[in-house]
């Protein structure tokens, strides 16, 4: 794990590199994830496309090992997530070392899921000041510069519920960044919003693409796909149909099933 | 057949209208509800006649009530119900919310433990529990610490550890601890997971998750079963009157056993018991509303 931390998390951060190989999960008797291969260059944006049910949310969640892979290894800046490798065995690692790996690696939730009882401000700063004991002083400091960065400086001290879904998506997306991950990952970060909201929300994700994080984003907008991303993959049935650069995967699909996909949410 | 659908526009078009006279202000008239009106005067009648008897009734003997409701033996007795609610709830709430996390937790072991503890004592009268407290001296004479089954190294005289005011307290808390548990658990099942995944993929510490996250949340729908629970054990203290504690429901029934004033006393302690619920709930009030930050509800 790498340990670079600057001062100013509105200054580059350390970013990671992604290596998914022949992940497989099943829920039950359903086979979601059918072997999954990706790689992910460090500072690399990579948007998951697919109809509902093909596996993409799962796949997210075992890159932060929310979901338990049941084969295959993710790794995140080389390192194992969730296990531990030595000689053929991989040893599960105990949920504290599990969240340590967690706060290189931030999530951005579709419902967004803010503390309610928490100010936006309380929200930021409590990862950084109880998972990496940074001075509450200097983690606030941190959090306003955020909130500036996703144009929210005058929200700091109001709840959650009393701001509009843009605002609220865009305090969790100030909150994942409180830590300074090497890697983001947002699961349809706009289908919860109101169609006006979207575009305020976008902007501030092509903010940081053109910061140089690596990014995983789950997303149905074609149009962001197009203009930020660097590698589309399409998904279908738990496993990776198609991938490429959006001029190629979203103009010139090659797969009947891409071209169908696309034909329906274009 | 056409008639319906003509537009009543046409009709004013050829009529010329004279100019309306402006439009009086509407008038409300509410829905009368005479039986509510029925119901409170019945009301009103029943209670009048009660306070009069109150008043007026000398079996009431409110000089009596008045000589005895602050004297000394009665406040002490208040006291000593308020310090057996006190660490009964604490101990009790305490004992509960680790039995409730036990019972969420991913352990079979620790599950089982928890349920098997909430089954028992849920299962046992708290009467039953609390002369078995009280007469442990009675089984076990001395406790000692050592090798199981082996000798020991340490003693001590069960009554001597344990005590009177002491077996009460443990009885009430064990008691309390089995219902606190479901109430926490109720709680914090009713926090939303999504609240728990933002919370790990944080990588927030387990601990800080369950204090600074869950529980907080978990409080808004903890808080009135457990002003309710805390309420029925203040009450429920006077059980403890079976001990031979000095609690108010038994210093009441002493002083009536001696001066046979049965009705003036039993008013001392229901006054008393009135008062402080009242209290309680104020407390409950002012709490509730401090968990309720950030919430439009
Ligand atoms: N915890 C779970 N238990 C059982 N089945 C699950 C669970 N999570 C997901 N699934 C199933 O796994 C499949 C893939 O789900 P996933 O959420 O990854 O799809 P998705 O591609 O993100 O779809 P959407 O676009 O609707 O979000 C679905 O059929 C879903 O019902
Ligand atoms: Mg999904």
Known sequence: MSSVTTADPAAGTATAKVEIRSVHKHFGPLHVLRGIDLDIRAGEVTVVLGPSGSGKSTLLRTVNHLEKVDGGTVSVDGVLVGYRRS??????????EILKQRTRIGFVFQNFHLFPHLTVLENIVEAPVSALKRPRKEAEAAARSLLERVGLADKAEAYPKQLSGGQQQRVAIARALALEPGLLLFDEPT???????????LDVIKDLAASGTTMIVVTHEIGFAREVADTVVFMDEGRIVEQGPPAEVLDSPRHERTRAFLSKVL | MSLTSDPPATESVVKDPPPTPPAPALVVVPVRHPWRWAAVAATAVLLAQFGHGLVTNPGWEWDVFAAFFTTETILQAVWVTLQLTFH????????????????????PFLRSVAFAYIWAFRSIPLIVQLLFWFNLAYLYEELSIGIPFGPGFVSFDTMGLVGEMGAAVLGLALHQAAYAAEIVRGGVLAVDEGQLEAAASLGIPRLRQVRRIVLPQAMRSILPNAANEIISLFKGTSIVSVMAIGELFYQVQ???GRNGRVVPLLMVATAWYVLLTTALSVVQHYVERHYAKGSVR
């Open chain 1, 87 to 96: 000689g053929n065995k991989l040893y599960e690692l105990r949920e504290r």
């Open chain 1, 191 to 201: 289908s919860a919003l109101d169609p006006e909201l979207v575009g305020e929300v």
């Open chain 2, 88 to 107: 009964g709830t604490a101990l009790g709430f305490a004992i509960g919310i680790v039995l409730a996390f036990m019972r969420l937790s991913a352990s």
């Open chain 2, 254 to 256: 002493v002083v009536y």
